[in-house]
């Protein structure tokens, strides 16, 4: 019988005790046994990251999750610097680079504005999918199977009561991936 999959659930934010939402959505799947969570600003609070540990803690699950507010449409620096240094030639991608072949990449992303803002009409012109095109090819250029984002809009309004539901339903997210043969869900917007 196979080991049970694991997720390594990447965590970037720079003001995490001041973000309602992303503080529901750790506590919510804190709890979960099978995910490790990796608090890149906890653990990094210099930008000195240590690539060779980074990515035995990568080769060690089976399940990617990038979680993380929406910046500049994009990611933290520490995440950016992250990804820069992490997936090298050659582990990540590459002639040799399988390390990653095969594994899960999931975005979890909150965003300030809400989910109207990210559409053609709307003042950001583009959709959260077509913003996310770059962490999509860098995925696909690691091998690995992207999964539909979960994004979270209009996180900067949230009352409790909805940061815990959308926690709830980000937990219900994650134990759909560590199911066997699971169908990959659609992109999850969730409007605050």
Not at 36 to 46: N, S, T, W
Not at 59 to 65: A, G, L, Q, S, T
Not at 86 to 101: I, M, Q, R, S, W
Request: proline share 6%; net charge negative.
């Amino acid at each position: 019988m196979a080991d049970p999959a694991k997720i390594l659930l990447i965590f970037a934010h720079p003001a995490y005790q001041r973000s309602r939402t992303n503080r529901a959505m750790i506590e919510a799947v804190r709890a979960l046994a099978q995910v490790r969570l990796h608090d890149l600003y906890e653990e990094y609070p210099h930008f000195h990251i240590d690539v060779q540990r980074e990515q035995k803690l990568l080769r060690e699950h089976d399940i990617i999750v990038f979680q993380h507010p929406f910046y500049w449409y994009s990611c933290p620096a520490l995440l950016k610097e992250w990804l820069d240094l992490v997936l090298e030639y050659n582990f990540a991608y590459g002639d040799e680079g399988t390390e990653l072949k095969g594994k899960k990449w999931l975005s979890a992303i909150t965003t300030g504005g809400p989910a109207e803002a990210y559409s053609a009409q709307g003042y950001n012109h583009f959709t959260m999918e077509q913003l996310l095109v770059p962490f999509e090819q860098t995925a696909r250029l690691c091998n690995m199977a992207w999964e539909p984002p979960f994004i979270v809009h209009g996180s900067l309004r949230l009352t409790r009561d909805t940061a815990r539901d959308i926690g709830a339903t980000y937990l219900a997210r994650l134990q759909n991936l560590l199911t066997p043969d699971s169908q990959p869900n659609s992109a999850a917007h969730v409007a605050g």
